[in-house]
């Protein structure tokens, strides 16, 4: 799937200290650890899943199966939306389907907003937020800097 960027400030709280305090070894191997919890948490139903991190770069590898593109775009997007990650190479082997698109939440997006400027219809963000559970609970909880997946109709 490749290499995609996220705000490193903006996320989830997985592990504590600045990057700078976790470049250790074991500090990058915990990191790794809560992450992984993370992504399994989803439910995507991943199979032989990786994940490394390098805290001096903010990079997250993942490494594994995925049952489908999506999956394997949510695992991304799990991953990548974790607070000190700065981007995701993703590795996981996945049967071909066309990519989704991506979008950057910015202060004063809503679901509605973006379906509108995506799908040219307020009314269709349902997709958005189905596309984007279990990492959304609720179509309100979006946040800037976090990265949601667009997909095609």
């Known amino acids: 799937m490749g290499l995609?960027?996220?705000?490193?400030?903006?996320?989830?709280?997985?592990?504590?200290?600045?990057?700078?305090?976790?470049?250790?070894?074991?500090?990058?191997?915990?990191?790794?650890?809560?992450?992984?919890?993370?992504?399994?948490?989803q439910n995507l139903g991943l199979t032989?899943?990786?994940?490394t991190y390098t805290a001096s770069s903010g990079v997250v590898t993942l490494a594994?199966?995925?049952?489908?593109?999506?999956?394997?775009?949510?695992?991304?997007?799990?991953a990548g939306n974790v607070a000190n990650v700065t981007s995701v190479e993703n590795n996981l082997v996945a049967p071909a389907a066309p990519p989704a698109q991506y979008h950057d939440v910015v202060k004063g997006d809503t679901l509605s907003a973006i379906s509108k400027k995506y799908y040219?219809?307020?009314?269709?963000?349902?997709?958005?937020?189905?596309?984007?559970?279990?990492?959304?609970?609720?179509?309100?909880?979006?946040?800037?800097?976090?990265?949601?997946?667009?997909?095609a109709l």
């Open 4 to 41: 995609l960027s996220f705000i490193k400030e903006a996320g989830e709280k997985l592990f504590g200290g600045s990057s700078a305090q976790a470049a250790t070894p074991d500090a990058n191997t915990a990191a790794a650890a809560a992450i992984k919890t993370y992504i399994e948490t």
């Open 120 to 151: 040219g219809d307020a009314n269709k963000y349902n997709a958005i937020f189905e596309a984007n559970k279990p990492m959304l609970s609720h179509p309100d909880k979006i946040y800037p800097g976090q990265k949601l997946r667009i997909p």
């Open 64 to 78: 594994g199966q995925a049952p489908s593109q999506e999956a394997s775009e949510k695992a991304s997007l799990a």
């Open 48 to 51: 032989g899943l990786e994940v």
